[in-house]
């Protein structure tokens, strides 16, 4: 995970919550200094809660610069996830104090911006330091509105799951319905078989 390029404003980009079943889409870009290093670092999804949350602070302070953006479910109902994804890496990227010369992305969907050049990098949050910076952010920033939006809707159990399809999470939807920050357009219950007899 030491991977640098030549490009001394190189901002890395990523998402969280993709899957989720209620809440939005976050994304985070960064530009990290040249000759970074942190060995806890690494790809959001492999590190605990506790560590994601120490290297927040890391992060925010070592960075040249960096940007978070959430997509709420209705725009992510209007525009579809994959879209909405992007939006928030785009919107993450416009909050960049210094214009990034390039920017790669974690996955392989992107579209231009702003007619720099980009790459996508598939499993990149486990590669570039950048990237994986960006998803500590996406993600940290994300599960803390969850966090808030818990205390409106507790019986959804957000605190926990995020979120997330979790068999709890669908039990609570298929008991209480559905809230505000459910994305509609999500298939949120599998679709039950009725036998014919």
């Keep these: ?60 302070n070592d960075a040249v610069c960096f940007g978070v953006s959430h997509v709420f479910q209705e725009e992510i109902d209007e525009i579809n996830i994959l879209n909405a994804s992007i939006l928030a890496m785009h919107r993450a990227i416009d909050k960049l104090n210094t214009l990034p010369e390039f920017i790669i992305v974690d996955g392989n969907k992107f579209k231009p911006y702003n007619a720099i050049p980009h790459k996508t990098i598939v499993k990149g949050d486990s590669k570039y330091l950048s990237i994986a910076a960006a998803s500590v952010l996406a993600k940290t920033y994300r599960d803390a509105y969850m966090n808030t939006i818990h ?27 559905t809230t505000k920050y459910h994305r509609k357009s999500f298939r949120l219950l599998p679709e039950q078989l009725k036998l014919d007899i």
């Design 151 to 177: 205390e409106e809707f507790p019986m959804y159990n957000w605190k926990q799951n995020k979120g997330y399809p979790t068999k709890a999470h669908r039990e609570a939807i298929k008991k209480y319905g």
């Design 1 to 60: 995970m030491v991977k640098h390029t030549k490009h001394t404003y190189e901002c890395g980009t990523d998402e969280a919550g993709r899957g989720c079943l209620a809440g939005p889409v976050t994304a985070a870009a960064v530009i990290l200094p040249d000759g970074f290093k942190n060995n806890t670092l690494n790809d959001s999804k492999q590190l605990s809660e506790i560590k994601r949350d120490i290297l927040k602070p890391v992060i925010e």
